[in-house]
């Protein structure tokens, strides 16, 4: 079986482009719903981003969302502090994961996957692009946030151009050209890529 990257920017359409392949029947390990979840859930963590920024980091057991980003975004330490503190749960969670798959394939769609630098264990990895005005217009939407803070994260992740080139696969999400052809035909070379090294 293949272990397949999804990647991109913040609002470049990882999720739409995830949806499209898990209606294909390829598993997907949302990186970030795990993190979330293991912050939340690993005694041990939570110690340790208490520890880290202070007990303001929860209220009442959940993670204090908002805090956190003001913290991390304005602050490029701060925010290898976080990233090294949840990674490594969520990349072995991630690796345990995709052991327990049997498909041609399976997806770990993750923002910082060049970041974190786990890309080098995997076969492929697929990169989603969108113009830098289309992805801020739609993470203000999706994350209720100003144009600032948006921009302040895009900032934090290697630049598209350089991202996409790292990548195997490019998908283009402009709302100009159709999605659902790109993932079918990289859908396509997969299941052959994985019928060929078997």
Same mark, same amino acid.
């Given at each position: 079986?293949?272990?397949?990257?999804?990647?991109?920017?913040?609002?470049?359409g990882k999720s739409?482009?995830?949806?499209?392949?898990?209606?294909?029947?390829?598993?997907?390990?949302?990186?970030? +719903?795990?993190?979330?979840?293991?912050?939340?859930?690993?005694?041990?963590? +939570?110690?340790?981003?208490?520890?880290?920024?202070?007990?303001?980091? $929860?209220?009442?057991?959940?993670?204090?969302?908002?805090?956190?980003?003001? +913290?991390v975004f304005k602050?490029? $330490?701060?925010?290898?502090?976080?990233?090294?503190?949840?990674?490594?749960?969520?990349?072995?969670?991630?690796?345990?994961?995709?052991?327990?798959?049997?498909?041609?394939?399976?997806?770990?769609?993750?923002?910082?996957?060049?970041?974190?630098?786990?890309?080098?264990?995997?076969? $492929?990895?697929?990169?989603?692009?969108?113009?830098?005005?289309?992805?801020?217009?739609r993470a203000m939407?999706?994350?209720?946030?100003?144009?600032?803070?948006?921009?302040?994260?895009?900032?934090?992740? +290697?630049?598209?151009?350089?991202?996409?080139?790292?990548?195997?696969?490019?998908?283009?999400?402009?709302?100009?050209?159709?999605?659902?052809?790109?993932?079918?035909?990289?859908?396509?070379?997969?299941?052959?890529?994985?019928?060929?090294?078997?």
């Amino acid at each position: 079986m293949l272990k397949v990257g999804l990647t991109g920017g913040i609002g470049s359409g990882k999720s739409t482009v995830a949806a499209l392949f898990r209606l294909l029947g390829i598993p997907v390990f949302d990186t970030d +719903i795990a993190a979330k979840w293991i912050m939340e859930h690993d005694e041990a963590l +939570i110690d340790s981003i208490k520890n880290a920024f202070g007990e303001d980091a $929860y209220i009442d057991h959940k993670l204090n969302r908002k805090y956190i980003a003001d +913290i991390v975004f304005k602050d490029k $330490y701060q925010l290898e502090v976080l990233n090294s503190l949840t990674h490594p749960a969520t990349i072995k969670a991630a690796d345990d994961w995709m052991l327990q798959q049997n498909s041609p394939y399976c997806i770990k769609e993750a923002a910082l996957l060049f970041e974190a630098g786990t890309a080098g264990n995997l076969d $492929y990895v697929v990169g989603v692009q969108a113009p830098d005005t289309l992805r801020i217009h739609r993470a203000m939407q999706r994350d209720n946030a100003n144009r600032q803070d948006i921009i302040a994260r895009m900032e934090k992740q +290697i630049d598209q151009t350089i991202k996409m080139k790292l990548c195997d696969f490019v998908i283009n999400n402009n709302e100009q050209e159709l999605l659902i052809p790109q993932v079918l035909e990289i859908h396509r070379k997969l299941v052959i890529s994985d019928k060929w090294l078997k």
